[in-house]
């Protein structure tokens, strides 16, 4: 069961600890590692002042889930990759890049519109083989265009109502971290399109 105590808007992975910065600025790209989206569907319909007709797409990552496990819904998102496969040294993807292809293979979403809404900090222990401060911006997407097929292999999308979200975190098949950064997402496209 959820401990819904815990602050939604800091946490750890193993020894690194990550805090979520409201912000409409970016951090430093060449201190992104991944980038994320809240991605709303139908957005252009709906209602200024009511965050239950917004429609998210979430994904789940089907490969590895055994049977007694709840499946595991998140935000569309991932690294940040060098932008020629060949060259793992050279130019990276901007976070912004990186997002429309996250969401594209993850979710089958193609992002028309996009805003940053804030992001993680991410502290990594001294010795890691991650970089010390990394950083993952999250934008609030929408789209225009009809959802395709995620073409990433084991990876199902869905969209939710966001109070179909919240259901989610009664069943444990969403972590608390991750519907805070929908509600928040949610709330900044709202108020940014209104």
């Known amino acids: 069961m959820v401990d819904h105590r ?3 808007f800091a946490g750890a992975w193993g020894d690194a600890r990550w805090e979520f910065v409201p912000s409409l600025e970016a951090p430093d790209a060449a201190l992104c590692t991944t980038a994320a989206a809240v991605a709303l569907w139908n957005f252009d319909t709906a209602k200024p002042h009511d965050p239950d007709s917004v429609q998210v797409v979430l994904t789940c990552n089907a490969e590895g889930r ?3 496990s709840p499946r595991s819904w998140e935000l569309p998102g991932g690294h940040i990759d060098p932008l020629d496969p060949n060259n793992p040294d050279g130019p990276m993807e ?12 993850e979710a089958g979403f193609v992002i028309t519109k996009a805003r940053l809404f804030g992001y993680r900090k991410v502290t990594n ?8 401060l990394a950083y993952t911006p999250f934008y609030w997407a929408a789209t225009t265009k ?3 097929a995620p073409t990433e292999p084991g990876v199902e999308a869905e969209v939710f109502q966001l109070g179909e979200v919240r259901e989610l ?12 950064m929908v509600e928040y997402g949610v709330a900044a496209a709202l ?4």
Not at 99 to 104: D, N, P, Q, S, V
Not at 191 to 194: C, E, K, V
């Open 6 to 8: 815990v602050d939604p």
């Open 66 to 68: 055994g049977t007694d």
């Open 94 to 105: 901007t976070p912004e890049q990186a997002l429309a292809r996250e969401t594209l293979e």
């Open 125 to 132: 222990p001294a010795g890691s083989q991650y970089p010390e």
């Open 146 to 148: 009809p959802l395709q």
């Open 169 to 180: 975190l009664r069943t444990d098949e969403i972590q608390l971290s991750e519907l805070a």
């Open 191 to 194: 108020r940014h399109r209104f």
